[in-house]
């Protein structure tokens, strides 16, 4: 009897606790689209929030945008110009962008969310201390600058435009946290923040003008492990997975190919892994300690074993081929022997005979490795080959905080990071903004102060010539060949896998699929 | 209730202590929380991190800072974060029915089924069944939480399609709430179960190596009268112990289940708070998760004089 009571009980639990399994899967019925991702969202702080600024920007389109040529198109501006000082900015507002109110998006708009930019947001901030004065006309507004400006059009890239009258009575837009819904001028506004689900959901915009969306609604689904997102995306629960300046990792691609549903883009990644070496101290600083280093990494074997063979073996000019003005300098090649002759010849010596060389102060060189923990991989890997041309190394392992710390106080002598894609065209451009020691931020290691290269960074930023742009860019990737501040270890390919249920995705270099054609242009197969 | 009110200058001490180390302990740790709120490609002046810096008043000298913590601690305000953009009174609250929501569930299930199971065990120790569910607890006991969870998710979510891989619904009664938290509050159940189950066995078998079961055998009283009335009693103790020693646990060490399973809870506000060094929301929840030990450990005084005279008495 007891028994029976047991089994009935728990029959009844069983069955209220997996009641939601039945009556199918919503999807089959609704034209949503659901975009899984590990980028959690933390704060209903559009402005103040990184990954949920970056989902904001198909709420709130930018002055300008890229496309996937990797050309920065105007975007709320239907076109803009640039004074020949390149100092005053003028974007000329596309009339046919309206607030999901139905009211028109007007030059006051922008000019009063480029001014909360530069005002409010600590790392927009450059913005106001270089801003010297804003004209609005009926369709335009002129941003004049204190000094030339030549990059205005790709930062705006990444300034989400908002309603003025929406926001001008807060005070403190970083302290401003609301759920939703959002007023935005895109194919879709942002409806609703839920944190506790992890999910955003954008719903149409009605008064959105442009090429009509086939799709109702777009839910971003958060999971705090990539593990459940890979799961997510496998079981149908997500119809695509999305990771900023990331690939859907490379372990889980043959298990998805495997099922049959997903397709897959592929495209190679403007930002990279790289070898940064501490060019304030010995023996880093040294050119031909470098080059060894250089020769010293098997880069073939970092791609197979940290890519699984979905990545190139890059260039010594550091930058990618999928970004514009990419110049084909000589590869990176494994040659351990050449490492050593040239360790040799620089007067790096094993002179005791222990098996580890001497610096040429006389004591024997040992290396730290600093890395955060997910670059615990290839850190081993680059630790072994330093170690196999007797250069001793110990790997320092920190979280991402101390991290910035150590690197800002130059506390390593290595260190291995990446660059996103925003990264490689900040500041002057091909990856200069991560060298420059002009520079703080919280990616960037600013160890080179050689004047050539500083010099070369300012001509590219005083220019808008694209046959300067593209003569500068040329030479920025030969000095990287031949001075080596940083070591590209592998350019990555980005894979995006994709429902079949799913077609018209559109990718571009800075973001990825999640951007405004992408939206536009989906829609279900056969539909 | 003599004894516990002899304790209070102790617990008033150790929460001094405790508040102390909340403010030091953040701030020892390496890393600059500036850093954290201006993103990774981004391009900021050494002026403005100086008036970052300045508005959260990290430039000032640390017994300042300290001061400064103490009067706001004095008027029940636990700061502002400004990497979660929110009052962390406000963040904890919400946090906190999460935690409380599926953690304290969990600890309840597992505390009643580890306590039953745990007790059964002992008692019959040659059982085949008993053995069964030592060798199953301390398996379970011994696994990573996070480990069970992702095997949980994986059968049960996965392959079976019987829960949602997240933790949390969008919308819904309580019914589609109950099949978003069933799986992790099973997993979570079954660990704290599985824990509390060989503690209470091992008790279980202390107890019984005295003399009172025996007396009370002779009395005639059945094995399974000697356990209700005498021995679960007794042999409770430890795990009230446990218990109020596991409340710091319950409150941040569900981490991993959060993780798993997408959940906003406490642990993942800790965790990231941890990474971000996001000062006031460490010190809100150190502090938090440090009165709560200290009132389950004042619960568990109490419950100590109820369940056993001779601390009543005070022998």
Known sequence: MRIHTVGIVFVTVSILLTAGCVGGDPADHENVLRIGTPMEIKSQNVFGDYNLGIFFALSNPTLSRMNENGEIIGYLASHYTVSDDNRIWTFYIDDSFFWSDGTPVTPEDVAFSITTYGEKIPSARWIGENLDDILIGDNYVSFIFTQPYTTIDLEFCSYRIVPARDWESIDEPLQYTSRGPYTGSGPFYLDDINLQAGILTFERNQHWRGEEPSIDRIEVHSYSNIDSAMLALERGDVDTFYRYAGSYPYTGIQRLEATGNFDFIETTNVGLIFLGLNLKSAPTDDPAFREAIAYAINYEEIIRIDALGYGEVPNRGFVPPSMEFFRDTPPLSYNPAHAEALLDAAGYADKTGNGYRQGKDGEEIGLEILIRSEYARTGELIADYLNDIGVRTTIKTVDATTWFTLKDSYSYDLTITRTTPWGMYMHAGYGTGYFDSRRTGQGVLHYLDDPPFLELCDMMRDTTDPSLQREYAWQMQDYYAENLPGIALYWNKIVTPYNTAFTGWKTDPLYGIYNMETFVNIQRSGA | ?315
């Open chain 2, 1 to 315: 209730m003599h004894a516990i009110i002899y304790r209070w200058p102790r617990y008033l001490i150790s929460l001094f202590l405790i508040i102390t180390l909340n403010f030091a302990l953040p701030r020892m740790m390496p890393g600059d929380p500036i850093a954290n709120l201006i993103g990774e490609s981004a391009y900021v002046s050494e002026a403005t991190i100086q008036e970052i810096t300045q508005s959260l008043g990290l430039d000032r000298p640390l017994h300042e800072q300290f001061t400064l913590y103490l009067q706001s601690l004095a008027s029940l305000d636990l700061g502002y974060s400004y990497l979660l953009h929110a009052e962390v009174s406000s963040i904890i609250i919400e946090r906190m029915i999460w935690t409380l929501g599926f953690v304290g569930i969990a600890t309840l299930i597992g505390v009643i089924l580890g306590v039953l199971l745990g007790a059964a065990a002992g008692m019959n120790r040659s059982q085949k069944s008993s053995q069964l569910w030592t060798y199953g607890s301390i398996a379970i006991s011994s696994t990573p939480p996070y480990f069970l969870g992702l095997i949980a998710l994986s059968i049960f979510s996965f392959h079976f399609g019987l829960f949602p891989l997240k933790g949390a619904p969008a919308t819904g009664g309580i019914l589609t709430w109950l099949h978003h938290l069933a799986l992790p509050i099973a997993v979570l159940a079954l660990f704290i179960a599985a824990r509390n189950c060989l503690i209470m066995r091992g008790s279980v078998i202390q107890e019984l190596h005295e003399h009172y079961p025996l007396y009370a055998k002779a009395k005639g009283l059945t094995d399974r009268m000697v356990l209700r009335r005498h021995i679960l009693k007794n042999a409770s103790l430890p795990v009230i112990t446990q218990i109020a020693l596991d409340i710091g646990f319950i409150f941040s060490g569900a981490l991993f289940i959060e993780i798993v399973f997408s959940m906003p809870g406490m642990g993942m506000l800790i965790y990231d708070a941890v990474l971000s060094r996001d000062y006031p929301i460490l010190e809100g929840c150190l502090l938090v998760i440090a009165i709560m030990v200290i009132l389950a450990n004042i619960a568990a005084d109490i419950l100590y004089g109820i369940i056993d005279p001779r601390i009543r008495r005070g022998e």
